[in-house]
């Protein structure tokens, strides 16, 4: 059985292959003036619906059609063959008309979400396993209200022990408000939560 490592480098190979040999065949067809643009066009549809069918799977899970990680590695790599696709039958050339505009940006705003996705979930998972147990998003409320009065138990416990009103003071001034606040929707990415 291959590691993951190796079956990565595998598929990223094979696609790599698969697009030399699509550019070889691109620049035979317009030596031979093929329409290559309709070839590529229908290509990529064609890609672009298989894509599309990752989602479907997703929603099927009872349906015996491979594994849920076998068609997420097929929708990575097929996606960056559909990207060289895109960039082979547009040309690398700013869209001439209303439609090739409208097609070519939803077209880079889905291929920009999927490398972002892949991006996140290729680092996000070790970051959550670094933070200790499993975190559930629906229970963040709850842990933050229980480290909220944990703090408040701990200047209670402080400020009874040393007979002084320092830690309290501190705690209302900063602390209360930090651990009360709603913390900013992207603040798990950056750590600042």
């Known amino acids: 059985m291959k590691t993951f490592r190796a079956r990565r480098w595998l598929l990223a190979l094979v696609t790599t292959v698969l697009g030399v040999g699509l550019f070889l065949v691109w620049q035979l067809g317009q030596i031979a003036l093929r ?5 590529s066009g229908w290509l990529l549809l064609g890609l672009v619906l298989v894509l599309t069918f990752f989602n479907a799977r997703k929603k099927l899970p009872f349906l015996p059609l491979l594994s849920a990680s076998t068609w997420m590695q097929a929708h990575i790599y ?7 696709v895109f960039v082979l039958h547009t040309g690398v050339r700013v869209p001439d008309g209303w439609l090739e505009l409208l097609l070519a ?7 920009a979400s999927g490398a972002f996705g892949l991006l996140l979930s290729r680092w996000l998972p070790p970051r959550l396993v670094r933070s200790g147990e499993s975190l559930v998003y629906e229970r963040i409320p709850w842990l933050r209200h229980q480290l909220a009065e944990e703090v408040r138990e701990l200047v209670r416990r402080a400020e009874a ?7 309290a003071d501190m705690y209302l001034r900063v602390l209360h408000p930090y651990v009360l606040r709603v913390p ?8 600042d939560g």
């Open 105 to 111: 940006a939803v077209f880079g705003l889905v291929a």
């Open 184 to 191: 900013p929707l992207l603040a798990p990415l950056t750590g």
């Open 161 to 167: 022990e040393t007979q002084s009103t320092t830690m």
């Open 35 to 39: 329409p290559v643009a309709v070839y």
């Open 78 to 84: 097929l996606g960056w063959l559909g990207c060289f």
